[in-house]
């Protein structure tokens, strides 16, 4: 059998991949990150699946249990928040299951960035204007950033960043941004994407720390910094005003390989 890690996106069934939500349908055994992933993505499982919550669990515990499950030829699925490739902290769980010659496969999820940009219907790559997205966090008491990553010395590149894990470090993000980011650059503030108590505040840069003190917000906070924010479309069509730099991509006077003059 294989061990299957699986995305569980940030929060909203619905987001799942349709490759995920078939495999969670037929898993005997989910050992699912319980402080991150909420309870209605586990909705559609087998009545028999033995879920196991690993929030109060060391890595000690969790991988003798998914090697002890694979070994008794059970569909085992290790589900995490958001997409595998970020903060998942799966690198050493792939290792220890290699070294043990369990083999596994790796389901990807929708990030909480892609999910957040959706809904307040942001590009965060808009031509002329901004074409890099950053995917940072800042160091805390579980992991350091290296000092060629700091925020700082990322934000001098003005991109769209996304901040991951910096709720209770945010003042300190807020100063170490304004040293690059114009003070009025737009800051989506994104609890519990895709859970039922979601909430999305867009504010400017200087009102970053005291709008997230302002609602108790600590933990499964997400910060979108982007000028791509300045011109939302709903924002625009009620000022009157539009953006008017577009692709090439589509642009008539554009010919391509699949668009030939």
């Known amino acids: 059998m294989t061990v299957y890690f699986i995305g569980a996106g940030p929060g909203d069934p619905d987001l799942l991949t349709l490759k995920a939500y078939k495999i969670l349908q037929s898993a005997d055994v989910i050992l699912y990150a319980d402080s991150l992933v909420p ?10 699946a ?19 499950k694979e070994k008794q030829g059970l569909t085992v699925v290790r589900l995490q928040s958001g997409d595998l490739c970020l903060y998942s902290a799966i690198h050493e769980q792939m290792r220890l299951l290699a070294e043990a010659d369990i083999p596994f496969e790796l389901i990807p999820g929708i990030s909480a960035y892609q999910a957040a940009a959706a809904k307040i219907a942001s590009e965060l790559t808009i031509p002329d204007l901004v074409q890099t997205i950053i995917l940072t966090r800042v160091s805390g008491k579980a992991s350091q950033v290296p000092e060629k990553e700091e925020l700082e010395k990322l934000a001098a590149h003005e991109a769209s960043l996304c901040l991951y894990l910096a709720a209770r470090h945010v003042e300190k993000s807020q ?6 980011y114009p003070a009025d650059t737009p800051v989506a503030i994104c609890y519990r994407v895709g859970w039922e108590d979601e909430k999305i505040i867009i504010v400017p840069l200087t ?9 108790g917000f600590i933990r499964t906070t997400l910060y979108l910094i982007s000028p791509a924010l300045k011109i ?13 730099s577009r692709s090439k991509l589509y642009n008539p006077s554009h010919n391509h390989l699949f668009r030939p003059r």
Do not use: F, R, V, W
């Open 175 to 180: 100063e170490d941004l304004l040293k690059h």
């Open 50 to 68: 033995e879920l196991i919550a690993t929030g109060n669990k060391t890595l000690e515990e969790i991988i003798p249990l998914m090697i002890k």
């Open 207 to 215: 009102k970053m720390a005291e709008t997230t003190y302002d609602y």
């Open 39 to 48: 309870k209605q993505i586990l909705k559609d499982t087998k009545e028999n």
């Open 232 to 244: 939302l479309p709903q924002q625009q069509s009620l000022k009157g005003e539009s953006y008017q």
